[in-house]
């Protein structure tokens, strides 16, 4: 059970309001603002199917956990996921549009988790397409959000286009997921180039295989950063426990046990400043060992 | 049984060195066509260097960046006009260009018999410029627009003639080669193929883990 919402923050959450009078007028908040603001990071990759979603969902939950009251914003709107990486896919009334849009205020859109009392949703449209929001409402959706909570993580659709660009246009730091994989880097080189570099982005090196770097079938950590040179946040190993989490509609970080799950902690705690050195990872067990316990011989 | 999985998985050994060269050419080529200005500086360098060797077709130029197997090239198609009188002492450069263009460092050793091929197919394409019988560069911004056509002939000899007078500082006895130089209007077209960025190539189109970022901010 994660921690409650301070009263300050309830309070505030019940009076902003962006459905509500156009908040730029109102002095009071303006003050709250200015001394609360959280921090906007938007997760992003370029290519599609690197684990944006995933990593959105797990820093999330490992933020949330530690004290931080957290929104994770869908911004793929018409291919929403992070609903179902969250489990929180039946609990959905209004969506990101309909905020913007002024159907539906921001508290009835955010969708609270289920574990966690400060861990907020806010979904995309499911029915919609990317170019129906405007990037000034999104823009003002994302402020909005920041003033309320201690973190808004925006998991940016996959491409270069509208929803990226919009996805981006709110964040005020961005973190760059990618894989050891030629396509996957080379996309992650494209959005880092059209990234406006106050944003500052670090890396996360998702889906290693510790035994395929050892054989040398997949680039190292190190290969994949020589090219892009940022700020490596976190190294992420592939494990099947992501898929068991994925399936059951919780994040990773909550299987007892997982080197992933491990792995987004260390990075939440980087995030908030820490300074965890990045251990390398070892196979777990040699090819030879997997090769046995997929026949069901030796240990499993 | 243990050998035989082993032998297996060891079959693909090389492939993190693919991947790592492959990327790094894909990147290359991305970066430079993600910079056209930087792009377009270059060009317009090197055009000032040739230029003080040769009188070149600059409508007709074209230059870019190909990804061939395992090497990244840089693609130089310069219809040359004549050459001009070259300083007694060439610079590498202009031993390649006279190289290039006859097999000879000095503009005055051309003789017009052998150039009467080339010289045919440069007037055709002299004259029909904006219906594009070269295709266009690869990077925007060096096509030559349609109020180029009626000054470019014109355009050219000044140049030609910046470039003579700066051989003739170096030799007196060259200017006078100048009028027929200028006079003999024959244009050629050569491929260069200049390798010129390679894996010790400069920064700025280089080895992507040395080279500068484009500029994000788009």
Known sequence: MGPAPSADRIESMKELDLAGTPLSTNVRQEARRASTRGRTIVVTSGKGGVGKTTTTANLGTGLADLGKQVAVVDADVGLRNLDVVLGLEN???????????????????LVRDRLRQSLFLLPAAQNREKDEVPQAAMVALIQELQNRFDFVLIDCPAGIEHGFRNAVAGAA?????????VSAVRDADRIIGLLPSHLAPKLIVNRVRPGMVKEGTMMSVDDVNAILRLELIGVVPDEKDIIIATNRGTPVIDIEGSQTGAAFRRIVRRLLGEAIPIPPFHPKRNVVANFLSSLGIGRS | MIEFITKFFRREEASKNLAKERLRLVLMSDRVSLAPDIFETMKVEMLDVIRRYLEVDERALEMRFENAERQFLLLANIPVRSVLPLPRKTTGAGQTAGRNTNGRANGSAISSGDASPPAASASADASAPAEGPHPLPAFGGSA????????SSKELRPAANDAAGSAAAAGPHQTAKLPATVKRRRRRRKKVDAPVVDTAAPSAFGDVAEGPRPPGGS
């Not at chain 1, 609990?91 to 859109?109: N, W």
């Not at chain 1, 730091?173 to 994989?181: D, H, M, Y």
């Not at chain 2, 030559?144 to 000054?151: A, E, H």
């Open chain 1, 91 to 109: 609990r959905i009334r209004k969506h990101l549009l309909d905020v913007i849009e002024r159907k539906g205020t921001i508290d009835e859109a």
């Open chain 1, 173 to 181: 730091e961005a973190i760059i997921v990618t894989t050891p994989e």
């Open chain 2, 144 to 151: 030559p627009g349609p109020g180029d056509d009626l000054s």
